[in-house]
Each structure stands twice: as structure tokens, then as C-alpha cells.
């Protein structure tokens, strides 16, 4: 057992490692999603080690010292989505109805054939907007009756599982298809006009994933995302970015986005609200995020019922609150961040050129 202790010890401590550097491959970047998983192993572990070792010989407390380490690592990265964290968007003291937005961000996975069952979840939440990812033409035509109560649609239904759906109650102002980093893989950009009149913007994205059946390497993902970020930077406007972005919350791609964007994150001092893997309880981590701009605060978030789909939907419900943004602060971006964040778009750039 001290063999196994020791083991699980060096793995913890690759788990910790290897997410800190600062490369593409998909086989890094794949780190950076089960620090949950593997915190709650480490500390399992942690436990092991006092019935097989000792912390008086110098072995014992190496192994220790990579334990705490380890633990202190994902520590790092989880807590703040959890209720020891602040709250990053505070709760609305009020919800007026007429500054109210609510969205339901959902991946439908396009083999998924219960359209039924994400139906009913819709009408039982009843949300402004409604946003699905990877549908294809037969989800198109389950969805279209949604069109009675939501007449606003922008549509791109797709068979290589980046087609997305915008419905919506509420007036679109120039809606947009984008395709930022290839034509596969379409966004949605374009302003919202609250029953209050007042406008904000709405931008939607379903990045491609860094793994050995998808992409070698999280460039694209990242610079797409990074984009985005850099288009709403300097927008004095209520904006919100949502989707499936194929990367946890804390990772360090996601963290760059909202230092670029200032965008804040409603999870962080909540919860996780893991959406992904639906059918395995343990191996899940957050990847359909709703960002917005420190107009908001939040009236309601939850993750919704399963229906099929690899995907749990996320809902949330946001009012654009006067006086929001001398209550809620951004995160601030360095040199080196902006540099980095420069150079993956320049990278998928010049890729897209040759």
C-alpha cells in the first residue's frame, strides 16, 4: 500500500504540473478539466498516506509535501466556484421584468433524438432566449415550433455537430452568422432589445475542442474565444457571451478570456454548475458558460434536467441593474496575458492564410 500511496502521490502531482504549462497540444490541455476529480483523489490519498507512512523519515515527508502541494493546486483553481468564494456578480435586489433577460444555453448533441424532452424543459422555464448547439436539420425541425412564441431566430443547422439555433421573444437588431476562425463553425453575434427598450449585445460561440478525434491542439478554440474577448473589450454596452465553449471555467484559457473581455462569471462563490459528461456523475466539469458585462446582476442560475443529450442545459436569468457596474469589479489583464492572447490569434491567422 505504500507503493500505491506513493503512486497516486506522483500522479496527483503530474495532474498539478503539467495544466501549468503553457502549450497547445490537446494531451496538456486535457489536465485542465477534472480538478475536481482529482482533489477529491488527492485528499482520499492524503488519507492513505498517514496509515502507511511516516512524516518523520525524509521519504514520508517529501511524499507529504507533494500531497499538499498538489491539493493546494486545484484548491487554487476550484474554490472559487464554490460559496467559500465571494460572489463575483452579486444578486439582483430586484428583478424588474421589463430589464430582465433570461437565457437557456443547451447542447443538444445532434445524434440525440428526444427533442420532446428539451421541449418541455424550455416551456417549463420559460426562458427570452433560447440558444442550442450542434443541431442539424432534423433538430431544426423538431425546435420550429418554438417559432409561435419565439419569432426572433437566427438559424446555421449543420451535420458536423457546430450547427447552433438563436430563438428568441425578444427583438433581434441586426443579427449575424460569423465564421471566425473557419467556415465550419459558425457564432452568432447581434444586439437584444429588452421590453424596457434599452439594447444589449448578444454574442454566441461553440469553439472547437482540443482532443485526438477533434483538434491536436487548443489553438483554434483558444483564439476564437480570444477574438470574442477582444472584440468587447473597450464596449461600453451590456454584453453577454454564452455557449459551449469547450473549456472548463478555470482554466487558464477561459480566465485569459474574461481578463481580455472584463466579462464576469456568475458561477464564481456559487457554484460549478457542471454540464458535461450528463450521463457520468463523477466526471463532469462546467463547459456551457453564460458571460456578461458588470451591467448585470443575477436573478437566477441553474442547471437543468437531462433530456438525452451529453449535456445538461444552463439557464440564467439577468437584470440589467442601474448602478451595477460601481458594485462589480472586472479582472485586469497584464502585459504578458494581452501578449499571449495576441500571439494565438495571430498563430490561427496565419494558419488560416497558408
Known amino acids: 500500500m505504500k507503493i500505491v500511496v506513493l503512486v ?50 525524509w ?8 500531497l499538499v502541494f498538489g491539493l493546494l493546486v486545484q484548491a487554487y483553481r476550484i474554490v472559487p466556484y464554490t460559496p467559500l468564494y465571494p460572489k463575483e456578480v452579486l444578486d439582483s435586489p430586484r428583478a424588474n421584468p421589463d430589464s430582465t ?15 420532446d424532452r428539451l421541449l418541455e424543459i424550455i416551456r417549463a422555464r420559460d426562458p427570452d432566449i433560447v440558444i442550442t448547439l ?9 425546435l420550429r415550433v418554438l417559432e409561435e412564441d419565439y419569432p426572433y431566430t437566427l438559424k446555421a443547422p449543420l451535420d ?30 447581434m444586439q437584444v432589445r429588452l421590453v424596457s427598450g434599452d439594447t444589449l449585445w448578444l454574442h454566441s460561440i461553440h469553439p472547437e475542442p482540443p482532443s485526438p478525434t477533434e483538434a491536436d491542439e487548443s489553438t483554434r478554440r483558444d483564439a476564437e474565444l480570444l ?12 454584453t453577454i457571451v454564452a455557449g459551449d465553449l469547450n473549456d472548463v471555467a478555470w ?15 456568475p458561477r464564481k462563490g456559487r457554484g460549478m454548475f457542471n454540464t458535461f459528461h450528463a450521463a457520468y456523475p463523477f466526471m463532469r466539469w462546467p463547459l456551457d458558460h453564460v458571460f456578461h458585462s458588470d451591467h448585470f446582476m443575477l436573478a437566477d442560475m441553474a442547471r437543468l434536467p437531462a433530456f438525452g443529450s451529453d449535456h445538461f442545459p444552463v439557464y440564467a436569468r439577468l437584470v440589467l441593474q442601474p448602478g451595477a457596474q460601481a458594485l462589480q469589479d472586472e479582472m485586469e489583464v497584464d502585459r504578458e496575458d ?6 494565438k490569434i495571430d498563430k490561427v491567422e496565419q494558419q488560416e492564410e497558408m
Open 8 to 57: 497516486l502521490a506522483g500522479l496527483l502531482a503530474v495532474f498539478s504540473f503539467v495544466p501549468l504549462i503553457r502549450h497547445d497540444d490537446w494531451w496538456i490541455r486535457m489536465f485542465d478539466f477534472p480538478r475536481m476529480q482529482v482533489f477529491i483523489i488527492g485528499l482520499l490519498v492524503l488519507g492513505a498516506f498517514f496509515f502507511f507512512w511516516s512524516v518523520k523519515t
Open 59 to 66: 521519504a514520508g515527508g517529501a511524499v507529504l509535501g507533494v
Open 101 to 115: 433577460i433570461a437565457l437557456l444555453v443547451a447542447n443538444v448533441l445532434m445524434s440525440n433524438r428526444k427533442a
Open 134 to 142: 450542434e443541431p442539424d436539420d432534423w433538430w431544426e425541425g423538431q
Open 160 to 189: 458536423n455537430r457546430y450547427g447552433m439555433l438563436l430563438h428568441s421573444r425578444l427583438e433581434l437588431i441586426d443579427p449575424e452568422i460569423k465564421y471566425l476562425i473557419s467556415d465550419e463553425f459558425p457564432s452568432m453575434h
Open 227 to 238: 477574438i470574442v474577448g477582444e472584440e468587447v473589450k473597450d464596449r461600453d454596452q451590456p
Open 251 to 265: 482554466s487558464y484559457t477561459t480566465t485569459l478570456f474574461q481578463q481580455i473581455s472584463g466579462l464576469l462569471d
Open 338 to 343: 494581452r501578449e499571449q492572447a495576441e500571439e
